[in-house]
Each structure stands twice: as C-alpha cells, then as structure tokens.
Nanobody, 129 residues
C-alpha cells in the first residue's frame, strides 16, 4: 500500500498562509483520491479538501472554500494544500490520505478516504489571533 507523509505545518498569525505537503511513497498512475483532513483533540476528524487524480477535480469543505487550494505535483508524488487567510478555527493537526492501491468499492473521495482509514502521522497547524 502507498504510504503518505505530511509536512509543512507550523504557527502563524490570523490572516497568514501556510503550505502543507503530502508526499506519497511511490507514484501511482491509476486514478485515485488524495486529500486532507484535520482533527482537533476531542473532536471528530473533518474533511478539508480532496482531489481525484483522474480528472483533477477537487472538493472543499465549506469552511475553507476560497481560502485553501489543493493541487498535485506528479513529478514529486506530492499533493499540496495552500492555506491562505488562516483563521484561529483552522488550528488542528492536518492529515493526508490516499486511496492509491485500494481495491474496494468506490465512494466519493471524502467518504472513501475515511472508509480506508489510512493516515500519515499528521502535521500541526496553529493559528493565533
């Protein structure tokens, strides 16, 4: 199975920007979902943004639309999450997930990645007011 590793988290002030990176252990030519989730202690994991590599289509949580952008850089097996105009409520640990190599039934990307339940170690983001 493809493993993913996140990086790029840190501490910023409200209104600032960060770019998170998710690097896969290998390149997968087969179309699959890859995306970002976040979790605050004591709360459920929340889907942030997903990308379907076949069509490059993207889906965003309402809370981040217009501020976050997910993009893919094939040459480095990497997916980025550009986060602009950050708000204190964006503070969380951000996790990447990929459906590469998954042979089960299809679901929309957010649902599929949660069903697979295979995550990186996470990267923390703290936004101060």
């Amino acid at each position: 199975q493809v493993q993913v590793q996140e990086s790029g988290g840190g501490s910023v002030q409200a209104g600032g920007s960060l770019r998170l990176s998710c690097t896969a252990s290998e390149y997968t030519n087969t179309a699959h979902c890859i995306g970002w989730f976040r979790q605050v202690p004591g709360k459920e994991r929340e889907g942030v943004a997903v990308l379907y590599t076949g069509s490059r289509s993207t889906v965003y949580a309402d809370s981040v639309k217009g501020r976050f952008t997910i993009s893919q850089y094939n040459a480095k097996n990497t997916v980025y999450l550009q986060m602009d105009n950050l708000k204190p409520e964006d503070t969380a640990t951000y996790y990447c997930a990929s459906s590469a190599g998954y042979g089960g039934s299809w679901s929309p990307c957010f649902t599929l990645l949660e069903k697979i339940n295979r995550w990186g170690q996470g990267t923390p983001v703290t936004v101060s007011s």
